[in-house]
């Protein structure tokens, strides 16, 4: 098997991959800001760091990956008060929008989804590490990071710190990308507005000691993998970096993989330019899921992905080949069913097709007919989805994800029946627990028996 090689922005170089635990990867992405529904950038984003679960547990890792939904920020707190409504109420409808867009574009979810609301008290307590530590000052109620006490700022992205005055700071956590300046960890509250109480005064927390707190809950110090975009370089993971490292004195990440920019007709995505889009839009203009993710995943994630809706910007010679591949496919089922025949079209135009990417032969036009040729041989194949594991526990077969079978399940069941008999409720407890972490849910019917089933 070849060694993997993985792009640090922290270096700027093409590092081998080892995680700090051998076997095991901790992987954190920033997740959306669901203030509004994701565009198809934030999507290109999704799909890249997909791919790289997808092939490090094909690899045999055992991922522990985080994804944080920012479900408070400056302009959630504002919308949601200028709605009348809770923080949570108002993020909801974007939250599940984007649970669903996930699922609509195969991304599969990571261990860990979590909410930012779920996690003031952790931010509230790196805060106060960081006091301790003096990289904060007050000022007018809110609580802000000293950029200059911290030697290594900048080193992620290798912004030019040399401007850059002691004390200066922005209120905004939207600000400019040159302003490289001292950052809100706590904000004082706003009148009208929701704030928290907290140890450490009334307020909300800063965006940047969102992603620090969360991502060192669940992944320790020292994460394996950190990915985002690659506007979310500078500031945002720099201040991560600044904010952790400070904490902790350990190195926070130790590969930061960043995914480049979508344009949409060679231009930059912008409201005001009228081409921004969501997924919805584009399924409304009749894409198909399937074409969007091939579309998306298809260019290598450290080059921007022109996305146009030309439908001449298809290459004829790939447009034939899609055509005769069909074609032979289509002769070798003919064939008195020769599937080694039609097994070969497959292949010829898979190898053909990523030779034309390479070049970049391969056009947006292409990829709906390139997924309805590859959506055809698994109409017919039936392999390319991966649902073995769930079939074989439905017919009562372990799967190799640590999945019980009912044999198991059943044994389980009656040792914690056994245990409730003797009134050891600390192990009835524990094997509930158990099943529970294993996707089981019981149920204690009336006549004190126990039904079970899967999560
Ligand atoms: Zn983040």
Same mark, same amino acid.
């Given at each position: 098997? %070849?060694?993997?090689?993985?792009?640090?922005?922290?270096?700027?170089?093409?590092?081998?991959?080892?995680?700090?635990?051998?076997?095991? =990867?901790?992987?954190?992405?920033?997740?959306?800001? =669901?203030?509004?529904?994701?565009?198809?950038?934030?999507?290109?984003?999704?799909?890249?760091?997909?791919?790289?679960?997808?092939?490090?547990?094909?690899?045999?890792?055992?991922?522990?990956?985080?994804?944080?939904?920012?479900?408070?920020?400056?302009?959630?707190?504002?919308?949601?008060?200028?709605?009348?409504?809770?923080?949570?109420?108002?993020?909801?409808?974007?939250?599940?929008?984007?649970?669903?867009?996930?699922?609509?574009?195969?991304?599969?979810?990571?261990?860990?989804?979590?909410?930012?609301?779920?996690?003031?008290?952790?931010?509230?307590?790196?805060?106060?590490?960081?006091?301790?530590?003096?990289?904060?000052?007050?000022?007018?109620?809110?609580?802000?990071?000293?950029?200059?006490?911290?030697?290594?700022?900048?080193?992620?992205?290798?912004? &030019?710190? /040399?401007?850059?005055?002691?004390?200066?700071?922005?209120?905004?956590?939207?600000?400019?990308?040159?302003?490289? $300046?001292?950052?809100?960890?706590?904000?004082?509250?706003?009148?009208?507005?929701?704030?928290?109480?907290?140890?450490?005064?009334?307020?909300?927390?800063?965006? %940047?000691?969102?992603?620090?707190?969360?991502?060192?809950?669940?992944?320790?110090?020292?994460? &394996?993998?950190?990915?985002?975009?690659?506007?979310?370089?500078?500031?945002?993971?720099?201040?991560?970096?600044?904010?952790?490292?400070?904490?902790?004195?350990?190195?926070? =990440?130790?590969?930061?993989?960043?995914?480049? %920019?979508?344009?949409?007709?060679?231009?930059?995505?912008?409201?005001?330019?009228?081409?921004?889009?969501?997924?919805?839009?584009?399924?409304?203009?009749?894409?198909?899921?399937?074409?969007?993710?091939?579309?998306?995943?298809?260019?290598?994630?450290?080059?921007?992905?022109?996305?146009?809706?030309?439908?001449?910007?298809?290459?004829?010679?790939?447009?034939?080949?899609?055509?005769?591949?069909?074609?032979?496919?289509?002769?070798?089922? /003919?064939?008195?069913?020769?599937?080694?025949?039609?097994?070969?079209?497959?292949?010829?135009?898979?190898?053909?097709?990523?030779?034309?990417?390479?070049?970049?032969?391969? $056009?947006?036009?292409?990829?709906?007919?390139?997924?309805?040729?590859?959506?055809?041989?698994?109409?017919?194949?039936?392999?390319?989805?991966?649902?073995?594991?769930?079939?074989?526990?439905?017919?009562?077969?372990?799967?190799?994800?640590?999945?019980?079978?009912?044999?198991?399940?059943?044994?389980?069941?009656?040792?914690?029946?056994?245990?409730?008999?003797?009134?050891?409720?600390?192990?009835?407890?524990?094997?509930?627990?158990?099943?529970?972490?294993?996707?089981?849910?019981?149920?204690?019917?009336?006549?004190?028996?126990?039904?079970?089933?899967?999560?």
């Amino acid at each position: 098997m %070849h060694e993997i090689q993985l792009h640090n922005t922290l270096s700027g170089k093409i590092e081998p991959f080892a995680p700090l635990k051998p076997g095991q =990867v901790g992987m954190y992405t920033c997740g959306p800001t =669901v203030y509004d529904y994701a565009h198809i950038g934030n999507y290109r984003t999704f799909v890249f760091q997909d791919i790289l679960r997808r092939f490090l547990k094909l690899r045999g890792f055992k991922l522990n990956h985080v994804m944080n939904l920012t479900d408070v920020d400056d302009r959630i707190i504002a919308n949601a008060a200028a709605a009348g409504v809770g923080i949570r109420k108002y993020t909801e409808k974007f939250v599940q929008a984007f649970f669903t867009d996930c699922k609509t574009l195969s991304i599969e979810s990571p261990e860990h989804w979590i909410r930012a609301t779920d996690h003031i008290d952790d931010m509230v307590a790196l805060i106060e590490k960081l006091q301790k530590n003096t990289y904060t000052y007050p000022s007018e109620g809110s609580i802000y990071y000293r950029i200059t006490k911290f030697k290594d700022y900048g080193k992620l992205s290798k912004v &030019d710190l /040399s401007g850059i005055q002691a004390g200066a700071r922005v209120d905004n956590d939207r600000y400019e990308k040159e302003s490289a $300046r001292d950052f809100a960890l706590w904000k004082a509250p706003k009148p009208g507005e929701h704030f928290w109480e907290t140890p450490i005064g009334a307020g909300r927390p800063g965006w %940047h000691i969102e992603c620090s707190a969360m991502a060192m809950k669940y992944l320790g110090d020292t994460l &394996d993998i950190h990915t985002g975009g690659i506007d979310l370089a500078f500031p945002h993971h720099e201040n991560e970096i600044a904010q952790s490292e400070a904490a902790t004195g350990k190195q926070f =990440v130790r590969y930061w993989l960043h995914a480049e %920019h979508l344009l949409v007709e060679g231009e930059k995505m912008s409201k005001s330019l009228g081409n921004f889009f969501t997924l919805r839009d584009l399924f409304a203009k009749g894409y198909k899921p399937s074409a969007l993710r091939f579309a998306l995943a298809s260019v290598p994630y450290r080059r921007q992905l022109n996305f146009t809706f030309d439908p001449a910007g298809n290459q004829p010679g790939m447009a034939a080949r899609i055509a005769k591949a069909a074609d032979d496919f289509d002769g070798g089922l /003919s064939d008195d069913l020769n599937t080694a025949q039609a097994l070969a079209a497959v292949y010829d135009f898979v190898r053909e097709a990523n030779t034309a990417m390479d070049k970049g032969e391969f $056009r947006q036009g292409d990829v709906s007919a390139a997924a309805e040729f590859l959506g055809n041989f698994d109409q017919v194949f039936a392999v390319l989805e991966d649902n073995d594991a769930e079939k074989l526990k439905a017919i009562g077969f372990a799967g190799d994800d640590g999945g019980l079978s009912d044999a198991e399940i059943e044994k389980l069941v009656e040792e914690r029946q056994a245990a409730r008999a003797r009134r050891d409720f600390a192990a009835s407890d524990r094997v509930r627990k158990e099943l529970s972490d294993r996707g089981i849910i019981l149920e204690d019917t009336k006549d004190g028996k126990v039904r079970w089933k899967r999560k």
